[in-house]
């Protein structure tokens, strides 16, 4: 069970007094942090129904209750050790696993901490506005348990960071607090996460395609041969998947309503006259955050990639489903752009690692994909979504400079730049969200005009249930 501390954990906090006080040293920043960053206008006298772990094993983690934001329990949850666990990939495959940091790993390791710790707040940062504009109390109520559990995310980093990296680990620590997405000064550290997220369509997009590039970082991150690295990262991928389910839901429910829309306003007509979200802006929406997320993989080829592969640091998604783990001389046949023509080649597969894992990525959007698609098929509707090509609006590695329709067909600077906006959000599509979801929808069980009410609620309560309460 996890204890009743001050910081709530599953790691024996209290056994190691040194790690307890820098850790309650760091809370009152992170709270001020929270309050300052987190939802805005929903911190003080807002109840929100969430899920909070009270232990990891899957019967126990989630427990539901009314709670104020700033008073979620945060705290720290490995998931338990496996027994012999054994180094899964890399030069010293089959090894046992580290309990700390070998000092020759120790920067490249505090560096993949840290990239993924700054993640956790800036998306947070991203969506702190949100709540204002919400369609639904259920949604509101599932907006903050991915905001707390993003909190959450952030803490299990700083864990790592201070109990195994030192006076530098501290000062990282400190940092993750200090950059804010978007800020010109001190911006976060990845591009996708100084975008902001004003509106409900980007905020499910991003859910579903950024929070998905989360789950397979972890993924990789859940094979390292650190295992607290392992076991903090598996315990996270229980709550991404919520994350992703918001997010895929949200979409789905906008489609079902969309079509609904369409087929009371009969076929032909602009479904934005009754208020509605049409597939033209939903797909536009897709292209960005998809291809935002696609650049969120890294570059292509990458030297960095192979040597995190060859000291075990971080592995392919799902490594135990390759046949060879020490992937010395194999290789991998990847699309290349050169002299501005595509072409093939092989490149060592070490070095593809990037690759490796979009592919990975690539292929877990498109099922969800096809099950949008499905609703628009079951509705009468020609209509498809899909993926845009891996070239398309590329920003990191090498796509990035040239321009690609997303069908993946080359044209030049001039020529894109005249077609931007058929293929991704402008100006105007952001003014109309905006108007859509000026009110915000505060009644349980109504829901905004532009999206379905869901199938089912949150933990078996109905759909009309509150969610989200103000105090009496
Ligand atoms: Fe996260
Ligand atoms: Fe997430």
């Known amino acids: 069970m996890i204890s009743a501390e001050k910081i709530p954990n599953n790691v024996n906090l209290s056994s190691n007094k040194r790690l307890q006080r820098a850790l309650e040293h760091w809370q009152p920043k992170y709270i001020q942090w929270w309050r300052d960053m987190g939802p805005q206008g929903f911190q003080d006298y807002h109840q929100v129904y969430v899920r909070t772990a009270v232990s990891v094993d899957p019967s126990g983690w989630a427990h539901f209750e009314y709670v104020k934001l700033p008073e979620y329990r945060w705290g720290i949850f490995l998931a338990d050790p496996l027994p012999d666990r054994r180094i899964g990939f890399g030069d010293f495959y089959?090894?046992?696993?580290?309990?700390e940091v070998p000092g020759e790993f120790r920067n490249q390791l505090r560096r993949l901490i840290v990239t993924q710790g700054d993640t956790e707040p800036a998306s947070v940062e991203q969506q702190r506005w949100l709540g204002h504009r919400c369609p639904s109390l259920y949604d509101l109520r599932n907006l903050f348990q991915v905001n707390v559990e993003e909190g959450r995310h952030l803490w299990a980093m700083v864990y790592l960071l201070?109990?195994?990296?030192?006076r530098d680990g501290r000062d990282e620590a400190e940092e993750l607090l200090d950059r804010q997405s978007g800020n010109r000064d001190k911006p976060r550290i990845l591009e996708a996460f100084n975008e902001p997220i004003d509106n409900w369509l980007d905020f499910f997009m991003f859910t579903m395609f950024t929070d998905r590039d989360g789950k397979s970082q972890l993924m990789s991150l859940s094979e390292s041969s650190l295992d607290p690295l392992s076991r903090t990262t598996r315990f996270m991928l229980t709550e991404e998947a919520h994350h992703m389910f918001v997010g895929e839901t949200g979409v789905s429910r906008i489609l079902q309503r969309t079509c609904e829309l369409m087929r009371e306003a009969g076929f032909s007509e602009d479904v934005r006259?009754?208020?509605?979200?049409?597939?033209?802006?939903?797909?536009?929406?897709?292209?960005?955050?998809?291809s935002l997320s696609l650049d969120l993989h890294g570059g292509e080829v990458s030297s960095n990639a192979a040597?995190?592969?060859?000291?075990?640091?971080?592995?392919?998604?799902?490594?135990?489903?390759?046949?060879?783990?020490?992937?010395?001389?194999?290789?991998?046949?990847?699309e290349f752009f050169e002299g501005g023509r595509p072409l093939t080649k092989d490149v060592l597969m070490r070095n593809a690692m990037n690759e490796v894992l979009r592919?990975?990525?690539v292929s877990d959007c498109a099922a969800g994909?096809?099950?949008?698609?499905?609703?628009?098929e079951h509705a009468g509707v020609s209509e498809r979504l899909r993926l845009p090509d891996r070239k398309f609006n590329r920003n990191i590695g090498m796509y990035s400079g040239f321009y690609f329709d997303p069908h993946g067909v080359a044209m030049s600077k001039e020529e894109w730049e005249k077609r931007r906006n058929e293929w991704l959000p402008c100006a105007a599509d952001r003014e109309y969200l905006l108007s859509i979801m000026a009110e915000p929808v505060y009644r349980p069980g109504t829901f905004a005009n532009y999206i379905a009410p869901p199938r089912r609620g949150i933990n078996q309560k109905p759909v009309d249930f509150e969610y989200v309460r103000t105090e009496q």
Do not use: C
């Open 359 to 361: 592919d990975w990525y």
């Open 94 to 99: 089959g090894q046992p696993v580290w309990h």
């Open 273 to 290: 006259k009754v208020g509605g979200i049409d597939i033209p802006t939903i797909q536009k929406h897709l292209n960005q955050w998809f």
């Open 162 to 166: 201070h109990s195994y990296f030192g």
């Open 369 to 376: 994909v096809e099950r949008w698609n499905r609703i628009l």
């Open 307 to 334: 040597s995190y592969f060859a000291n075990g640091l971080k592995g392919r998604a799902k490594e135990e489903t390759f046949d060879e783990h020490i992937v010395k001389d194999a290789y991998y046949r990847m």
